[in-house]
């Protein structure tokens, strides 16, 4: 747990800026990042002096959140490197578009986990219209959200399959942890407020 804790604390480090930009823009990729960013937080505060009082438990949440923002933070700062340039705001007009892309790669990760049978030329056609978009800079189409939820319906075979992502088991993490998502954006605990 201590080493984990040590990488926690030298990623939080160079990507705690990047993080705080989303939040003070209010961007999607916010919203996506922040369950398992703060259930992180919470519990590196938890166990930072006392990495021994861990369990297998909360190293896997631990590695697992890590593992994930690390990637999906890696990802978002390539874009903004090499898309945009490193313009932030420019970044963040596409925030949504980008967000949906990671969406897809995860539910891609998740369906090939569970074995779910899905149509692999539409998921490579989505994705690849996703990235037109955010590598070619083009118009963000008004019924966007709706054009991928439609596609993703038509690709999965199930048809009462159910996507659970790392997100949503996160939110439940967090929802275990007394951990909730407030108006303001604060982490609320149940001892307190962390900001």
Not at 38 to 52: R, S, T
Not at 71 to 77: A, E, G, R, T, V
Not at 82 to 110: A, C, G, M, P, R
Request: proline share 2%; aromatic share 14%.
């Amino acid at each position: 747990m201590e080493k984990l804790l040590k990488e926690y604390q030298g990623w939080l480090t160079d990507n705690k800026n990047f993080y705080e930009h989303l939040k003070s823009h209010e961007s999607a990729l916010f919203v996506r990042f922040q369950p398992v960013y703060d259930v992180l937080l919470v519990l590196f505060q938890e166990y930072k002096d006392h990495p021994d009082q861990g369990n297998e438990d909360i190293e896997k949440i631990f590695q697992v959140g890590l593992e994930y923002l690390n990637m999906q933070f890696f990802n978002c700062k390539m874009y903004l490197k090499k898309t945009f340039d490193n313009n932030f705001h420019h970044f963040l007009e596409y925030d949504q578009v980008i967000s949906y892309s990671l969406f897809l790669e995860d539910l891609k990760y998740e369906l090939v986990e569970k074995s779910v049978s899905y149509d692999e030329k539409a998921m490579e056609s989505i994705s690849d219209f996703l990235d037109d978009i955010i590598e070619n800079k083009k118009e963000i189409p008004d019924n966007l959200g709706l054009y991928v939820d439609g596609k993703i319906h038509q690709m999965i075979d199930v048809d009462d399959y159910h996507f659970t992502g790392i997100i949503d088991i996160f939110v439940e993490i967090a929802d275990a942890l007394g951990i909730s998502f407030d108006d303001e954006q604060d982490i609320t605990i149940e001892r307190g407020t962390i900001k």
